[in-house]
């Protein structure tokens, strides 16, 4: 009854920004979206094969759902995926809160499926990771996939599904140039020895890793990704302006770089898409192939930034030995 990794474009398309459009007010990104102006991002990333869209009901509360789903009527639903999540901070009180949770994402994504299901952290994986089973075994699900959880909390997710005939077939995480701890952690290789797609999020650190934003220009006042990178934006400017210089070679921005980074990694980058120029992008990032030594030296320079982007709602994946456990070792 397993079934098998989804088949998924080079880049899926994230819609957390999504959530701030319209009347819901512009909190997290500080983003100006309107619905004429997602509504051409879905027409011209589907046209280019970009077609698995994320979101999940806590972005915005429900917003990012609903206008993603207006932004993708018309299309058939066989032309597009959906990846949406159970938030267990968002659960409710009732006998099955995933399922509820699910049923309402459907009903604001007007579909009776979702492509991709995910437990968005790992608050109480034994307790929730059974309840996607009922789920999976009626169709609502076609494919599970755990987020933010360590490698330790894959395992056990995967275990309980594999009593039922099911696995993990996914992880998404953060993973950029700036923050390489799934990496560290064993997590990338875990995935490809055992066949489970990663999804690498904030590969752009919510832009400040584009060249878009600069001291001189931050990321907008007042939203939460300012107060998060504003801070920091001088120390990335030596790996940014790398990436513009090995991009100019190609024709292609800072930010495809970053993308086309994620990819070569072996993962599959979901990139938060506001215009429709940035599907351009990354039909380039698909097609740019980095050379070892380029890679290595991206990651050199995300080193000697020295910064720590990990998310407020996020565990360190990685726990470098102490000190005194190196030596007991030795
Ligand atoms: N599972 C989780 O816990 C979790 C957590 C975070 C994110 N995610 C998922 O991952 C997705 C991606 O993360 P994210 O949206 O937070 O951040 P991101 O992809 O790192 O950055 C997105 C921002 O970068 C800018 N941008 C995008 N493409 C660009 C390009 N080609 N050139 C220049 N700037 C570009 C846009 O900002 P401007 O509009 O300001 O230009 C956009 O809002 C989310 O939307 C969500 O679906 C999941």
Redesign the pocket.
């Known amino acids: 009854m397993t079934s098998k990794t989804p088949a998924v474009p080079a880049v899926?398309?994230?819609?957390?920004?999504?959530g701030d459009s319209g009347e819901a007010g512009d909190g997290y990104?500080?983003?100006q979206?309107t619905a004429s102006g997602l509504r051409e991002v879905v027409e011209r990333a589907q046209a280019n094969g970009f077609t698995l869209w994320?979101?999940?009901l806590v972005?915005g509360m429900g917003h990012?759902e609903t206008v993603l789903a207006q932004a993708l009527k018309g299309y058939a639903r066989s032309e597009y995926q959906l990846?949406t999540?159970f938030t267990p901070q968002a659960a409710a009180d009732g006998d099955d809160p995933v399922a509820e949770m699910l049923e309402q994402s459907l009903d604001r994504l007007g579909t009776e499926y979702v492509d991709l299901y995910?437990i968005?952290?790992p608050a109480d994986v034994a307790r929730w990771t059974p309840l996607l089973i009922p789920l999976l075994q009626s169709g609502k699900i076609k494919h599970v996939g755990v987020?933010?959880h360590n490698l330790k909390q894959i395992a056990l997710a995967d275990q309980i599904l594999g009593e039922a005939g099911f696995r993990v077939e996914a992880v998404?995480?953060?993973y950029?140039l700036l923050y390489r701890s799934s990496e560290r952690a064993g997590i990338l290789d875990y995935c490809r020895e055992h066949d489970v797609r990663f999804?690498s999020?904030?590969?752009?650190?919510?832009?400040?890793?584009?060249?878009?934003?600069g001291p001189a220009h931050p990321?907008?006042a007042g939203s939460n990704?300012a107060a998060a990178y504003n801070g920091i934006l001088p120390k990335l400017q030596a790996l940014t302006d790398r990436m513009r210089a090995i991009g100019g070679n190609r024709g292609a921005?800072?930010?495809?770089v970053a993308?086309a980074w994620a990819i070569a990694k072996g993962t599959t980058?979901?990139?938060?898409?506001?215009?429709t120029?940035?599907?351009?992008?990354?039909i380039r990032?698909r097609g740019i192939e980095l050379a070892d030594e380029e890679i290595a030296e991206l990651e050199a320079l995300g080193d000697a930034a020295d910064v720590d982007t990990r998310?407020w709602?996020?565990h360190e994946m990685y726990q470098a030995p102490s000190p005194v456990a190196e030596k007991a070792l030795r």
Request: no cysteine; aromatic share 16%.
């Open positions: 899926a398309l994230g819609t957390w920004a999504w990104f500080g983003s979206l994320d979101t999940a972005y990012s990846s999540k995910w968005h952290n987020s933010n998404q995480n953060h950029s999804f999020y904030m590969v752009l650190e919510q832009g400040a890793l584009t060249g878009r934003y990321l907008p990704r921005s800072a930010a495809d993308t980058p979901i990139i938060g898409v506001t215009r120029t940035y599907i351009d992008g990354l990032a998310g709602w996020e």
